[in-house]
């Protein structure tokens, strides 16, 4: 199978995880902002600041936000490709503990963003031939997202997190 299509089913199914969970966590009853009432005030803040690390930790594995910060222009392709994936696992691992104040979903969606955002640094790091250089691979990707508004999406799970973080509130 060509390496772009399996990229782009990839980025497909992310989009349909994210859309789903928006649709029912938009669709469940009332009671969890009773839930949300009935916690102290304290663990709602812990709660807030969790959804406000991650809403961070969505921007800063944007690949474009990424790209912007970290890109080199004296690297190798396959230099670049460790760098970045590097750091999408230092900004994820940085956050981990993040997962205990938010729902299963959201989680799953800051996940499912950071593998996909790898996946897609990988695959086309992949197609570059072994001479390419880092500002080759920055161009692919900034291309490949251009093109395709299904790999942009972090901003659909910075939506998933802001809707949550407003229920609490």
């Given at each position: 199978m060509d390496t772009s299509l399996i990229v782009l089913l990839a980025v497909v199914a992310m989009g349909a995880i994210a859309i789903t969970y928006i649709v029912t966590a938009k669709n469940k009853p009332a009671d969890s902002k009773k839930n949300a009432a009935d916690t102290s005030s304290p663990s709602i803040q812990m709660q807030l600041q969790a959804h406000e690390r991650l809403i961070l930790l969505v921007d800063r594995i944007a690949l474009p936000n990424l790209i912007s910060r970290v890109g080199k222009t004296a690297?190798?392709?396959?230099?670049?490709?460790?760098?970045?994936?590097?750091?999408?696992?230092?900004?994820?691992?940085?956050?981990?503990?993040?997962?205990?104040?938010?729902?299963?979903?959201?989680?799953?969606?800051?996940?499912?963003?950071?593998?996909?955002?790898?996946?897609?640094?990988?695959?086309?790091?992949?197609?570059?031939?072994?001479?390419?250089?880092?500002?080759?691979?920055?161009?692919?990707?900034?291309?490949?997202?251009?093109?395709?508004?299904?790999?942009?999406?972090?901003?659909?799970?910075?939506?998933?997190?802001?809707?949550?973080?407003k229920k609490l509130m």
């Open positions: 690297m190798s392709a396959r230099e670049m490709q460790h760098l970045l994936t590097q750091n999408i696992r230092d900004e994820f691992e940085y956050n981990i503990t993040q997962q205990i104040y938010v729902s299963a979903d959201a989680w799953s969606a800051v996940k499912n963003l950071k593998e996909q955002n790898m996946l897609i640094v990988n695959q086309l790091a992949n197609l570059l031939p072994p001479n390419a250089t880092g500002l080759d691979l920055n161009k692919l990707l900034l291309e490949f997202l251009m093109n395709d508004k299904k790999g942009t999406l972090h901003e659909l799970v910075s939506e998933v997190l802001s809707y949550e973080a």
